[in-house]
């Protein structure tokens, strides 16, 4: 599914992925986890096509990430930040992307999974975040692509909404369907990953299950284990 190979990824004169090496062979929920400046967002972008590598190849359902742009059409992506254009009604807003994706589309099941019926003839700038991250979501979630990448995606959820999420991953990962996840909610991160990826100063450290990862780091929780990856003893 996923094949990167020597990656390297330079902003001016710092250094942000060194030579990464990963490979997701698909299907299940991957946590690409790392504290601040470990390179997870460029990894993504790398990923999407949307950040040039100084170095490396990345194969995305093995088309070369280089030269064949057209496998972006199988991926839906779920950005961090919801910034669509505030003046258009939600309604709008959905029906703009389905024209763009021209794709079948599940949008009125998660328009009322999310409750967002009372919203559609809002304007998206006067939403709150939360439920701009509902829309967010359904926009996301309502095409059926094989690749699902989910940047922060329990941001600003209501505990309601958060279960709605749960429930979405598991539909999706019971399709067989691969989803890369990002997120600083470590307890979101233990209920739904299948594997984690742990990045640090632009390499990986760890890859592979939790309770794999509980026993290299000689923790009984995932949070401490976290935190103990990123020791100078554990590496060493």
């Known amino acids: ?131 701009k991250q509902k829309v967010n979501l359904v926009l996301t979630f309502m095409f059926d692509s094989p690749l699902l990448i989910l940047d922060e995606p329990t941001t600003g959820l209501d505990p309601a909404a958060l279960i709605k999420l749960k429930e979405l991953l598991q539909e999706e990962k019971k399709k067989g369907k691969t989803i890369l996840v990002t997120s600083h909610i470590l307890q979101f991160v233990e209920e739904v990953a299948d594997e984690i990826v742990y990045l640090l100063e632009g390499k990986i450290y760890f890859k592979g299950g939790i309770s794999q990862l509980k026993t290299m780091t000689k923790q009984t929780d995932f949070e401490h284990a976290i935190v103990a990856i990123a020791t100078q003893e554990i590496h060493a």
């Open 1 to 131: 599914m996923i094949a990167v190979t020597d990656l390297y990824k330079k902003f001016g004169k710092n250094q942000v992925l060194t030579g990464l090496n990963l490979t997701i062979d698909g299907g299940g929920v991957f946590a690409v986890l790392g504290p601040n400046g470990s390179g997870k967002t460029t990894l993504i972008k790398s990923i999407l096509g949307m950040v040039t590598m100084n170095r490396g190849e990345i194969l995305v359902m093995e088309n070369p990430v280089k030269t064949k742009w057209k496998y972006r059409k199988e991926i839906n992506y779920l950005p961090q930040i919801a910034n669509f254009p505030g003046n258009l009604k939600v309604k709008e807003l959905i029906r703009m992307i389905i024209d763009l994706r021209q794709k079948p589309s599940d949008s009125e099941r998660l328009i009322k999974m999310f409750k967002l019926e009372p919203f559609l003839d809002k304007k998206f700038s006067t939403l709150s975040g939360g439920t």
